[in-house]
């Protein structure tokens, strides 16, 4: 049996005439399709949903919108168009030619980050594989799944570049990929936050806002590797990321929307109140937002890493805008690193994971100023903040080091004691869950949320995204 690739599987990656590929892909479909089956929303299997599907790499015109059975979804294989003459831009190979094909030296190193990109990828798929089930609305219900099949499409880029560049390992680690399993107890994913269940959809707000932008640094850091179809695969990622993120500034700002409301109505603040009106109180989004950003700033790795300044030092991996820097060698800088025996002079080298996690962590304020606004221009004295980095921490030189969310050390026993004035209690989550009721009426919102201000494409908020079988 042979495949119509142009037909079911798009792309410009010459896929019609790359018989070995072609043979490699064949192989692997099928076991897509059953893993989406078995850990997609295969409830809504049947569901028309109003999808955008990656058609080409066109800046104008790369997607087109239209009604697909998620099963049917076209999942493409798209590198973004070759720069000419492209050079490396960092490390020690800075200024000679990218590399077309991975440099036997390399393989191993190049291999193991294509793998934990791309186990991250059908993670967040199976993570919030039952949410469907508790929308708020059809507009959300369709983001949600256009979140799900993106991801999915971001496994099969992923899986391009193993089948394509890593030979039979490569197709050995794309069958891995497909094993492991988000909270699996004998096959998990790669990394912690990608276990974490998000059963409610203020976690799937929150997620998409800060885990997705996690995405969004790997990706740009990535996009600047001299192994050039590496690149190219992760600067049209970028384009489908900003979707996503995207999704949970406008869901979480909507939450907010809304509880605000609610405080107008019944002329308080308290979170009781709040909550007896059915909103979600703004002290349990901060603490939502704690336990996300806090577990997205483990995912960078520790501080200090020998691992980070080698893939920077080989080319692998620069740091996010590469260009915006001066020096692209950093073989003699220095990084004045914080730690809690006070400040540590590392090289600069060392220190990649702690530059990206720097970048992300002030990128991720943008949101929580516009929430701010919100909450400023409604008349309240609440502030939303993001956790210093030393709180909450699991990975690096602050694990383990009891900090209040303002970053001052405190005993152990007082960490314990207020650690559910900061983090997600059982009591919360449970509050949080009982509100997730579905809603699927076209243009009915659930009542812990704000409509969004706009639909989908120019199309009305009230539209029918997702008609149910
Ligand atoms: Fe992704
Ligand atoms: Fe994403």
Excluded at 86 to 106: A, K, N, S
Excluded at 371 to 386: K, P, S, T, V, Y
Excluded at 423 to 450: C, H, N, T, Y
Aim: charge should be negative.
């Amino acid at each position: 049996m042979t495949i119509n690739y142009s037909e079911r599987i798009p792309n410009n990656v010459g896929l019609a005439t790359d018989r070995a590929l072609q043979r490699a892909l064949e192989h692997w479909q099928p076991r897509f399709q059953d893993w989406w089956r078995e850990m997609g929303p295969n409830d809504f299997a049947a569901a028309d949903v109003y999808l955008r599907t990656a058609t080409g790499v066109d800046a104008q015109g790369w997607a087109t919108y239209g009604t697909v059975k998620m099963p049917e979804y076209r999942w493409g294989i798209f590198l973004a168009e070759p720069v000419a003459e492209r050079t490396i831009g960092f490390g020690d190979y800075m200024g000679q030619p990218v590399w077309q094909q991975v440099p036997g030296e390399l393989r191993s190193q190049f291999r193991r980050i294509v793998v934990t990109q791309g186990d991250t990828e059908p993670a967040s798929v199976e993570q919030q594989h039952l949410l469907g089930h508790s929308c708020p609305s059809l507009y959300d219900l369709r983001n949600l799944f256009q979140v799900n099949v993106e991801e999915g499409r971001h496994l099969w880029a992923m899986v391009y570049l193993l089948h394509a560049y890593f030979g039979r390992d490569g197709r050995e680690e794309a069958e891995e990929l497909l094993a492991r399993h988000s909270g699996d107890v004998d096959k998990p994913r790669i990394l912690a936050t990608f276990n974490e269940p998000i059963s409610d959809w203020l976690s799937f707000f929150m997620f998409t806002y800060f885990t997705d932008r996690v995405g969004k640094f790997q990706l740009k850091s990535l996009a600047e590797s001299g192994l050039d179809p590496l690149s190219r695969t992760c600067r049209f990622m970028l384009t489908e990321e900003a979707h996503h993120m995207f999704v949970g500034e406008t869901g979480v700002g909507r939450i907010v929307k809304r509880t605000l409301e609610v405080m107008k109505e019944v002329g308080t603040d308290d979170p009781q109140a709040v909550r007896a009106h059915g909103a979600i109180d703004l002290p349990t989004v901060q603490r939502y937002m704690h336990f996300w950003f806090t577990s997205s700033l483990d995912l960078y790795g520790s501080e200090v890493s020998s691992n980070a300044a080698s893939s920077f030092a080989n080319g692998i991996k620069g740091r996010p805008d590469e260009s915006q820097y001066q020096d692209h060698v950093c073989s003699e800088a220095g990084y004045e690193l914080d730690t809690p025996r006070g400040n540590d002079c590392i090289s600069l080298r060392n220190a990649m994971n702690e530059v990206l996690r720097e970048a992300y962590a002030k990128d991720c304020e943008i949101g929580v100023k516009r929430w701010n606004m919100q909450i400023q221009r409604a008349g309240f004295d609440f502030r939303l903040a993001l956790p210093n980095p030393r709180f909450h921490r699991s990975i690096g030189v602050w694990a383990g080091v009891p900090s209040n969310p303002e970053g001052h050390g405190i005993s152990q026993e007082e960490y314990e004691k207020r650690l559910p004035e900061w983090m997600p209690a059982a009591a919360d989550r449970a509050f949080v869950r009982s509100l997730m009721q579905r809603v699927v009426e076209p243009g009915k919102m659930a009542g812990w949320i704000a409509p969004p201000d706009r639909g989908i494409n120019n199309l009305a908020a009230d539209y029918e995204y997702v008609r149910l079988a």
